[in-house]
Structures are given as C-alpha cells and as structure tokens.
C-alpha cells in the first residue's frame, strides 16, 4: 500500500523539543519532495513550515520556524524527519507529511497539488 505515515507527536512545555517522522511505504522518494504542514487550532488553512527535495535537497523553512526547526532525510528508511526545538504554544497543531513537487510547494499550490498525504500527528505545545 502506498502511504506516508507521520509519527512523533505528542504534548510538550513551551522551550521544549519534538522530532516528527514521515516514513513512506509502497514508493520511494525519488526525485520527490516531503513537506511538512500544520493546521493551527480553529484554522481551516495549511500552513507549510519545512519542504525538503530529494533531487538536489534543497530545504524551505517558514519564517515562523527559523532557526527552531530542521528537516532531514534517511533514504536507508525511506524517512523524513523534523527536528523541532525551542517550541512554543503557536506551534501546536496536527502536523502532516505530503510527498510532491518542490515547487509546487514553494508557491503555496496546496492539497490538491500534492501526490500523497500522510494522516497527521498531533502537537501540542503548553505555555
């Protein structure tokens, strides 16, 4: 079966660290990219926080995760990682892996623009 599945979340204090998984089953990344989005409490919209290409592994951070979270990959386990530090309440949200087009991801194409995603991982982050 083809399917990303996202793990790792869970409930932190503010200042606190989490490191997320997304495993991809049944495919490989290839010339993919993953990207990580959250939907904050109450907001209907994605919000993109890391992508990450496998073609020549260029990295996107948002603004709002700068210097606080890091994305990387382990092509051994078919795995992306997000490694986040420094956490802080806004952060909470269900953070979900999409595998698609680097670009497509760049200019905010959204859901529809993306080949796969995963079914979320919960984190909350208390103040």
């Known amino acids: 079966e083809v399917q990303l599945v996202e793990s790792g979340g869970g409930l932190v204090q503010a200042g606190g660290s989490l490191r997320l998984s997304c495993t991809a089953s049944g495919f490989t990344f290839d010339d993919l990219a993953i990207g990580w989005f959250r939907q904050a409490p109450g907001k209907e919209r994605d919000e993109g926080v890391s992508y990450f290409s496998f073609s020549d592994r260029s990295r996107y951070y948002a603004p709002s995760v700068e210097g606080r979270f890091t994305v990387s990959s382990d092509n051994a386990r078919n795995t992306v990682y997000l490694h986040m530090t420094d956490l802080k309440p806004e952060d909470t949200g269900l953070y979900y892996c999409?595998?698609?087009?680097?670009?497509?991801?760049?200019?905010?194409?959204?859901?529809?623009?993306?080949?796969?995603w995963g079914q979320g991982t919960q984190v909350t982050v208390s103040s």
């Open positions: 999409a595998a698609g087009d680097f670009f497509q991801m760049l200019i905010g194409a959204g859901r529809r623009a993306m080949k796969l």
